[in-house]
């Protein structure tokens, strides 16, 4: 406990404050917190398995895993058959900080994981006592035992996307060495300047991902952060000594929540409806960016933009924050992020139009 970090978002809490004063109200565009209604169907899925006092099954209910499978099938392209194993998990948090540990890695292994990166790869190590590696490319990695790698693609705070050739690259790199690779893609569907290609797909890992894993969410998809819901796919030896494990800590979706996830998993039209409320979001807060003297970086998929005006990211938060909007500093997700924002595009329509009314309000060389 003693070697983690400060929690990211405890950093910005003076910032939050000065938001707050503003005499419109806080835009708190910084936690990436859905604020759209959970669809109706979800919801009813939810409340018609809510009678279910007997334990849930850790592996998924059949109907659960037919419904990933058949979901990755469509977007990763994966076989809709014989395909992937799958796991659910509480949510992909979850998953992220507890890999390296139920995988069994410890002292003297290393986890590799983007320079700028969710901080929760680097939490995972951590916790398992593995040594850390930033690094976007096989050739900066110099370590006897790497053991897991890190992807992020759609990545969080960038937006940046890796092609197939360079996720291609990580897997063959990490077989090498036997390192297990996991891409995270829990924004998977929400590519705008590109496309993703999700690491499972047979064009990336070849026609049984041994070794790869990738973990998804449906926090993003379909608003469902507040229900913990999540998975993991890829190489079914993994999958099923993961689940081993999941059973001995108890680490369980609940049956209401997995009936849920079924519903969301199968439906793809709240998806898109969600999908366009983001987009319409994004290009209303990019082109006021834009006009207001920032620039935005990568920033092709996800639910974030990656601004910059070239001055220190916490000065630049002290900016944004005497608008009365919250942004979190790119240093909270690695060195390389000291000239860098994070903009999150989950707020509200009419919070959208606020934070662009007041970006068009003030003058623009206080802000550029």
């Given at each position: 406990m003693r070697s983690l970090p400060e929690y990211p978002f405890d950093r910005i809490a003076p910032y939050r404050a000065t938001a707050e004063r503003h005499p419109g109200g806080l835009i708190d565009l910084s936690m990436g917190t859905p604020v759209d209604p959970v669809p109706e169907s979800i919801r009813k899925?939810?409340?018609?398995?809510?009678?279910?006092?007997?334990?849930?099954?850790?592996?998924?209910?059949?109907?659960?895993?037919?419904?990933?499978?058949?979901?990755?099938?469509r977007h990763c392209h994966t076989p809709a058959d014989?395909?992937?194993?799958?796991?659910?998990?509480?949510?992909?948090?979850?998953?992220?900080?507890?890999?390296?540990t139920l995988l069994d890695l410890g002292p003297g292994d290393a986890v590799v994981f983007p320079r700028l990166s969710y901080p929760t790869y680097e939490i995972g190590a951590r916790l398992a006592g593995a040594d850390l590696i930033r690094a976007d490319d096989p050739a900066e990695v110099d370590h006897p035992r790497v053991r897991l790698v890190w992807l992020n693609s759609p990545g969080n705070p960038?937006?940046?996307?890796?092609?197939?050739?360079?996720?291609?690259g990580w897997v063959e790199w990490s077989r090498e060495r036997g390192a297990i690779v996991?891409?995270?893609?829990?924004?998977?569907?929400?590519?705008?300047?590109?496309?993703?290609?999700?690491?499972?797909?047979?064009?990336?890992?070849?026609?049984?991902?041994?070794?790869?894993?990738?973990?998804?969410s449906l926090s993003k998809r379909s608003n469902l952060a507040g229900y913990r819901a999540g998975f993991i796919a890829g190489d079914a030896a993994l999958i099923e000594a993961l689940l081993q494990v999941r059973k001995h800590a108890g680490m369980i979706v609940p049956t209401p929540v997995q009936a849920a996830m079924v519903e969301a998993l199968?439906?793809?039209?709240?998806?898109?409806?969600q999908r366009e409320r983001y987009r319409r979001r994004r290009d209303r807060l990019a082109t006021a960016l834009r006009d207001a003297g920032w620039r935005i970086d990568h920033s092709e998929a996800g639910l974030y933009l990656w601004v910059t005006d070239g001055r220190d990211c916490w000065e630049a938060t002290a900016a944004f924050a005497e608008l009365g909007v919250l942004v979190v500093p790119g240093e909270?997700?690695?060195?390389?992020?000291?000239?860098?924002?994070?903009?999150?595009?989950?707020v509200t329509d009419a919070q959208v139009t606020e934070a662009v009314t007041r970006l068009a309000?003030?003058?623009r060389s206080a802000l550029a």
């Open positions: 899925a939810l409340a018609d398995r809510s009678d279910r006092p007997g334990y849930p099954m850790t592996a998924g209910t059949p109907e659960l895993r037919r419904s990933i499978r058949d979901w990755l099938a014989d395909g992937p194993g799958v796991l659910p998990t509480i949510g992909s948090k979850e998953a992220v900080a507890w890999l390296p960038t937006g940046e996307v890796l092609s197939a050739a360079r996720l291609t996991v891409d995270d893609e829990c924004y998977h569907s929400l590519g705008w300047e590109a496309a993703p290609a999700s690491i499972l797909d047979p064009a990336v890992s070849g026609p049984v991902p041994s070794g790869v894993l990738a973990v998804h199968t439906d793809e039209s709240h998806a898109e409806e909270v997700y690695g060195p390389d992020g000291d000239r860098h924002v994070r903009i999150a595009l989950t309000t003030r003058p």
